[in-house]
T-cell receptor, first 114, second 108 residues
Framework: NAGVTQTPKFQVLKTGQSMTLQCAQD?????MSWYRQDPGMGLRLIHY???????DQGEVPNGYNVSRSTTEDFPLRLLSAAPSQTSVYFC?????????????FGPGTRLLVL | KNEVEQSPQNLTAQEGEFITINCSYS?????LHWLQQHPGGGIVSLFM???GKKKHGRLIATINIQEKHSSLHITASHPRDSAVYIC??????????FGAGTILRVKS
């Protein structure tokens, strides 16, 4: 299994540009989520999905869109990039096994918005 | 006040020392997770706890639901344990709220 993969690893955008951060998992997990990580702060939930066709907002959803057309893929779209969106973005999927949960994180995407 | 507080923020230890990282939370939870973020940025799951204690190798995690507190202990610490340790709580469903992390450096 490749686990959770994210592309690109690094990206520089100009203010106002749009882009899509890709996330895929090959573990057949229903629950997937996107987080951003900023210095001195904990990971914050942007959007999440409990299965194909179902998405919902997290703590900091403004400026981001998601879709979940398949179980495997969960792309995050920045509609019009702003410097405040400079961050490290992590995609994760969750394995649920009875009452046990294990989080699997992608390697992250470092985004700089100028 | 953050819902999840970790202490200390930074910790430097000598190789072989016993290390404790604390996590306090202010909300009702269904489970608590401990995660490790490597210097290269990758994040791995260490433990999920809903009660009691769990042990994996040199790592031990405990939780006291009544006191809303959890601790992560590392016995016989090693430089390869240097990382950021993150506490996260699940309030309902799979949604997690994260602490800011504890930066651990173990010197040889």
């Amino acid at each position: 299994n490749a686990g959770v993969t994210q592309t690109p690893k690094f990206q520089v955008l100009k203010t106002g540009q749009s882009m899509t951060l890709q996330c895929a998992q090959d573990m057949n997990h229903e629950y997937m989520s996107w987080y951003r990580q900023d210095p001195g702060m904990g990971l914050r939930l942007i959007h999440y999905s409990v299965g194909a066709g179902i998405t919902d907002q997290g703590e900091v959803p403004n400026g981001y869109n998601v879709s979940r057309s398949t179980t495997e893929d969960f792309p995050l779209r920045l509609l019009s990039a702003a410097p405040s969106q400079t961050s490290v973005y992590f995609c994760a999927s969750t394995e649920t096994w009875g009452k046990r949960e294990t989080q699997y994180f992608g390697p992250g995407t470092r985004l700089l918005v100028l | 006040k953050n819902e999840v507080e970790q202490s200390p923020q930074n910790l430097t230890a000598q190789e072989g020392e016993f290390i404790t990282i604390n996590c306090s939370y202010s909300v009702g939870i269904s489970a608590l997770h401990w995660l490790q973020q490597h210097p290269g940025g990758g994040i791995v799951s260490l433990f999920m706890l809903s009660s009691g204690k769990k042990k994996h190798g040199r790592l031990i995690a405990t939780i006291n639901i009544q006191e809303k507190h959890s601790s992560l202990h590392i016995t016989a610490s090693h430089p390869r344990d240097s990382a950021v340790y993150i506490c996260a709580v699940a309030q309902y469903g799979n949604k997690l709220v994260f602490g800011a992390g504890t930066i651990l450096r173990v010197k040889s």
